[in-house]
């Protein structure tokens, strides 16, 4: 029983960073991305990539979220962000795969995407890479606006 529930944590996981990396709603597409990237990893480190992923997701990981809000007044708009927690922890995933993902395309160190991907995978297990400075200084910009979060009870 144990083992069934693990499968299907190592499945949800796997289908997660297929929806995350899917181009024009083409699994097979997302699919390909992450068995490239997976063999990439493999020959650039001696850990297994599901422990690498895992260590990667749990680091890029952010507890808040900023909620950007278009305000109109007249003919003028503004955006004004609030910030907010991030409540679930499947959202907390989610979004940890979506600042990998787009942090291996801001790269350019690369040709191909796969290769940055595991790139930033590799670097964010081990705390480094922009993945991880986005997520601190999102940290960092929220926490200095306290007068934000005074609504919420801790």
Known sequence: MIKANKNIKIC????????????????STGEKILLKSAKKLQKLSTKHFK????????????TF???EQIVKKGKRKTVRSIPSFVPTDQFRIMLSLK???????KSKNSNEFYESLSNEILMA??????????KTDLQKQILANKRYLAKFHW
């Open 99 to 105: 600042l990998i993902k787009n942090a291996a395309l």
């Open 51 to 62: 422990t690498l992923v895992q260590m990667a997701i749990i680091n890029s990981t952010s």
């Open 65 to 67: 979220k900023l909620n």
């Open 125 to 134: 297990s081990s705390l480094k890479g922009q993945s991880i400075n986005i």
């Open 12 to 27: 949800n996981l796997k289908t997660k960073i297929i929806n995350v990396l899917m181009i024009s709603g083409k699994k």
